[in-house]
């Protein structure tokens, strides 16, 4: 792993990958570890503190579509939020102190694991500055057919596009006659496979209609000195999050361009946010196919 052309990628195209990050005795420990999370989903009614739904979703055929925060659900996903090649591609991005700002594991189930719509992570988690690195972990081989994220090499660099709807509400989403979608790069791989990707760059995933899942472990990565501008902070739980390096309660202020993430018509995770669209760009192209 050469981490100075990984940073070098990463500020050129907005995104760098790295295969075989993760071994196999990594992947055998988060992919047990995960299915016996997702089997405490059995019975419940809809969306939970720890579970986001797909829409199709009953008690007795549980279809997760999210798993919020696993490191807050399992000190086995924060262990590997922690894991030293990980840290050590993202400190070549971001420098030596970092915090882990979220984590998430997203699922998309053979044959109805849900598209998300093209959007960019930053119009989500404002900072004070941009330095943070948005972390993929493939706990499955991800391939054309099973969902995978699609990404838009260069878009980093045209700032933030809007993500609100023509009344104004914040829809999670970009409308897709703002960007090129037809410059859009799959990014795949065998499990293990680690991608990072800046928090400006837009990317988005389709339906997955095959009969594999596809499973993705996000760990959202920040500088120490990166200020949330989303949610109030409390000092222990927050220092507590810091992956590498020393706290220090001195922010770097940065011009950012930022644009609230309110109002909502339907509050929650991006899914939700989502739901109101009128217009879907991977709806039609699951139907055209």
Request: net charge negative.
């Given at each position: ?103 998430k594991i ?125 949610y109030g ?24 361009e930022v ?31």
């Amino acid at each position: 792993m050469n981490t100075r052309q990984l940073a070098e990628q990463f500020r050129e195209d907005g995104f760098c990958r790295i295969e075989g990050l993760f071994g196999a005795a990594e992947l055998a420990d988060l992919d047990a570890k995960t299915r016996d999370v997702i089997a405490r989903a059995q019975g419940i009614p809809g969306e939970t503190e720890i579970f986001d739904v797909e829409d199709s979703h009953t008690p007795d055929d549980p279809r997760i579509r999210r798993i919020k925060r696993p490191h807050e659900v399992d000190p086995l996903y924060w262990s590997y939020a922690c894991f030293p090649k990980l840290l050590e591609a993202v400190q070549a991005i971001l420098g030596p102190d970092i915090r882990l700002h979220h984590s998430k594991i997203n699922l998309k189930s053979a044959r109805f694991g849900s598209p998300l719509e093209w959007h960019q992570d930053w119009a989500f988690i404002p900072h004070t500055n941009m330095d943070l690195a948005i972390g993929a972990v493939m706990l499955d081989e991800v391939d054309e057919g099973n969902g995978p994220m699609l990404v838009i090499p260069g878009s980093h660099r045209t700032g933030l596009i809007d993500h609100h709807d023509e009344d104004g509400w914040f829809a999670g989403a970009i409308d897709p006659d703002r960007i090129d979608t037809a410059a859009a790069v799959p990014l795949l791989g065998p499990p293990g496979t680690v991608t990072l990707h800046h928090p400006l760059l837009v990317h988005g995933s389709a339906l997955n209609t095959s009969t594999r899942e596809r499973r993705l472990l996000f760990y959202e990565y920040a500088a120490a000195d990166a200020w949330p501008l989303i949610y109030g902070v409390q000092w222990p739980e927050y220092t507590g999050r810091l992956v590498a390096g020393s706290p220090n309660p001195r922010i770097r202020m940065e011009p950012v361009e930022v644009k609230m993430p309110h109002p909502v018509r339907k509050a929650g995770s991006i899914y939700n946010n989502q739901s109101a669209l009128k217009r879907r760009f991977f709806e039609t192209l699951n139907a055209q196919a």
